[in-house]
């Protein structure tokens, strides 16, 4: 039995990472490039909405995928315009978004779908499933099928791609030279601009990535954790992934080890629930309050204990204004 339930915690905390993944990903790169981004539970929760409707209406997973980066891209554009061209306050651009996104998915899943704010079930065949499907459950007395195979291998898609894209960002910032004008113009963007590279540019050209990414932790919330779009469904996970972003220190490595942490504590919570504690403690459940509470009381410890220590960006949050 100790396979069966290794492997099953493993599946779980994979399954939870991705869209703290994604999204932590997101901010680490709008960030990497001076722009403040506390919008991300926002545009995760505005792109699972889109996904939910267009899924569930146009029977398609790449219809619903299209749809959730389209809105997330949208969202990002608007803190762009906001914030870079404009040059408006980056934070409360972001809280914006968190607020527009929390009421405008209400009012419009109400107005369409008359389901209290939630859209119709998407269709099993519609729904991402596992890449291999001999994997989907683990087997007492075999650790490679348990753990290997369901474990590591029995996800989705975009399981893959999450992890995938970590070595993608890296890349990125750490092996071209867009990611080092990126890089640069979160620390010295007027150096960059007396290169004769825009700052503008290339700010908007990170919101884009962090839209990109957004939108497919929203969609993945859709079409692989749940069966439809309900509000608020993404409970927190934007500021656990910007949490999980700041204890990474804005790396992308760090950052997924980070997410994995929350990943795993929000797998064994949901083990948790329903066990009883030793008699010496006083017997009875762990009260489920408790459980559920843990990622989120882990988010406020990470974020009181290293947000000091972390160094970030140097013109991070700060708006440039061109010297004449």
């Not at 404009?86 to 651009?93: A, F, K, L």
């Not at 290339?202 to 859709?222: K, T």
């Amino acid at each position: 039995m100790d396979e069966i339930l290794i492997g099953s915690v493993l599946a779980s905390t994979l399954r939870v990472t991705t869209p703290l993944l994604f999204c932590a990903l997101a901010g680490l790169v709008s960030e990497r490039s001076g722009v403040i981004d506390i919008g991300l539970e926002g545009k995760m929760l505005a792109a699972a909405f889109a996904c939910g409707s267009a899924a569930s209406l146009g029977h398609s997973a790449g219809i619903g995928l299209a749809a959730g980066v389209l809105v997330a891209c949208i969202f990002s554009l608007i803190h762009g315009f906001a914030c870079v061209t404009h040059r408006g306050d980056q934070v409360v651009s972001g809280i914006a978004l968190n607020m527009v996104a929390a009421g405008l998915t209400v009012v419009l899943g109400i107005a369409w779908f008359a389901q209290g704010g939630q859209t119709p079930p998407v269709d099993a065949s519609v729904r991402l499933e596992g890449l291999v499907p001999a994997f989907a459950e683990p087997e007492a007395g075999h650790w490679l099928q348990s753990v290997l195979g369901h474990g590591l291998l029995s996800h989705n898609i975009l399981v893959f791609v999450a992890f995938a894209a970590v070595a993608g960002i890296w890349f990125l910032l750490e092996r071209t030279r867009p990611g080092l004008r990126l890089r640069a113009v979160g620390e010295n963007p007027a150096m960059v601009d007396a290169a004769g590279v825009s700052v503008g540019r290339l700010r908007y050209a990170a919101l884009l990535i962090n839209g990109l990414l957004c939108g497919l932790a929203g969609s993945y919330l859709v079409l692989a954790q749940n069966a439809n779009f309900s509000p608020n469904m993404t409970a927190g996970r934007g500021y656990i992934a910007l949490a999980a972003m700041i204890f990474g220190k804005w790396k992308p490595l760090p950052t997924m080890l980070a997410c994995l942490l929350f990943g795993f504590l929000d797998a064994v919570a949901i083990r948790l629930q329903g066990v009883s504690l030793p008699a010496s403690l006083g017997g009875g459940e762990v009260p489920v309050q408790l459980i559920q509470a843990l990622p989120y009381l882990l988010t406020v410890v990470l974020l009181a204990g290293f947000i000091g220590r972390a160094h970030a960006p140097k013109a991070l949050g700060r708006p440039y204004v061109k010297e004449r």
